[in-house]
């Protein structure tokens, strides 16, 4: 593999692969069933079952914070949401505007997903240490995007449905900004 088009930054991440510029930052958040009160901090969540795509950054997080063992692993945030509406557990944590796409395609109509942003990171193209020229490139092409406004628009084309306006400025800025 000569290039992940998409990889969630981290110091530990950075000892092992190369990050182009991040493309977006993305936050991070708890979906829970409608019938649960979501909780509005990731300290709320002892004692909780917890599903979470195996090897996330929301998986490291999790461990982080002491619930390894409150955790099941999926393959996909897909698969973490259809067991999550299926009762298999407490809540997802989880990227939210994938989790909103989601929750869209498989009309899981008993989720909630939090705005409360428990986690932001940045997303980059990612690559062996050996092919920084590639991830050179890559970025000179992301800021051409961005100087040509071309970036906003992919963007508004293939995300902007799911930026809701009920969300406050720094929620939107947390999900958007460069």
Not at 31 to 54: A, N, W, Y
Not at 85 to 112: C, F
Request: proline fraction near 2%; glycine fraction near 6%; charged fraction near 20%.
């Amino acid at each position: 593999i000569d290039l992940v088009q998409g990889m969630f930054y981290s110091v530990e991440r950075d000892k092992n692969v190369h990050f182009s510029t991040p493309h977006s930052h993305v936050g991070h958040t708890l979906v829970g069933r409608t019938d649960i009160k979501l909780p509005g901090s990731i300290t709320e969540l002892k004692d909780k079952s917890l599903l979470v795509m195996d090897g996330d950054i929301m998986h490291d997080l999790a461990i982080a914070h002491g619930y390894g063992a409150q955790l099941t692993t999926t393959k996909s945030q897909d698969e973490a949401l259809r067991l999550l509406a299926s009762g298999i557990a407490d809540y997802a944590l989880v990227a939210r505007i994938p989790a909103l796409y989601w929750i869209e395609q498989l009309q899981l109509d008993n989720l909630q997903v939090s705005n409360t942003i428990l986690f932001s990171t940045e997303y980059c193209f990612a690559a062996q240490h050996s092919e920084q020229r590639l991830l050179s490139d890559i970025s000179d092409a992301l800021a051409t995007l961005e100087k040509s406004g071309e970036y906003r628009k992919i963007y508004t084309k293939w995300l902007g449905s799911y930026l809701h306006p009920d969300h406050d400025l720094l929620t939107l800025l947390k999900e958007t900004s460069f």
